[in-house]
């Protein structure tokens, strides 16, 4: 049994984005462990049948996180049955977006919705009973994509660069109360997400594998780490590239597709 559960009850972990990619992933590792999971996700057909699949009793929350009273009440009914250890804000939307495009501006709004909005909305409803308990982990999904603007993904960019600083805030705000905030900046993994992309993905993880790296770094408390290692040491050496030298190396980087269902 996980050190983040009390030997007496098993682990609780409340998760978003759990319906596919590394939700799910994440989803089918914890469940395997003997955890109790809230599942939270907007395909309510799939995150049904995913609970079906996982051994054990798994509420299921069909919600958008956009919504922050679906939340609160989502919260309020996984706390009901006890305070969870782990809190994974994964909920996410990637799609690509030009400054020039009118279109693609709402799809900016729905992105600073979900990705920045929607993960410290999952976060507060569960604050105040952990901190009352003195423990528990509060983890971000965020992204190298965040590390520096990238063309044709100026919408995701900027919300990813948005949750690693808000992650940052939030970890200096609750300092001393017990709970740890894990930022967790995935590389490319084998994902519905960076199936669409049409370019090279050099060190692409599979979903499960991604997993068992993310629980780790959730196990260990670890404030920030990018998954896999090696997209660590790419984003060091893209935080040090002069802007020149950065601008010219990807004006011609692979773009994601526009117009994705949102």
């Known amino acids: 049994m996980s050190a983040l559960a009390s030997t007496e009850t098993e682990m609780r972990c409340f998760l978003t984005g759990a ?41 299921c929350y069909p919600l958008d996180v956009a919504d922050a009273e679906a939340m609160r009440a989502a ?14 804000a994964n ?21 600073f919705d979900t990705n920045v909005a929607g993960m410290a909305q999952t976060f507060q409803p569960f604050i105040a009973a952990m901190k009352a308990r003195g423990s528990g982990r509060l983890v971000g999904i965020a992204s190298v994509a965040g590390i520096r603007g990238l063309p044709g993904a100026g919408a995701y960019s900027a919300s990813k660069a948005a949750t690693i600083a ?17 930022t967790i900046a995935p590389g490319y993994i084998a994902t519905p997400m960076t199936a669409v992309n049409r370019y090279p993905m050099p060190f692409l993880l599979p979903a499960d ?32 590239l002069p802007n020149p030298v950065f601008d010219r190396l990807f004006a011609r980087a692979g773009r994601k597709p526009r117009g994705l269902d949102l």
């Open 19 to 59: 319906s596919s990619g590394i939700g799910e992933a994440l989803a089918r590792h914890y469940a395997a462990t003997g955890a109790t999971l809230g599942l939270a996700a907007r395909r309510r057909q799939k995150l049904e049948a995913l609970a079906a699949e996982l051994p054990g009793n798994h509420p």
């Open 75 to 88: 919260a309020a009914d996984f706390l009901a049955g006890g305070v969870p250890d782990i809190v994974i």
């Open 91 to 111: 909920a996410g939307i990637s799609v690509g977006t030009l400054a020039h495009e009118a279109d693609d501006m709402a799809a900016l709004r729905r992105v």
């Open 166 to 182: 808000y992650l940052e805030a939030l970890r200096v705000e609750l300092r001393g109360s017990g709970i740890k905030v894990v």
């Open 209 to 240: 594998e991604a997993a068992r790296r993310f629980a780790r770094a959730i196990e260990r408390g670890t404030s920030y780490t990018v998954i896999p290692w090696q997209m660590g040491v790419v984003a060091k050496l893209m935080r040090l």
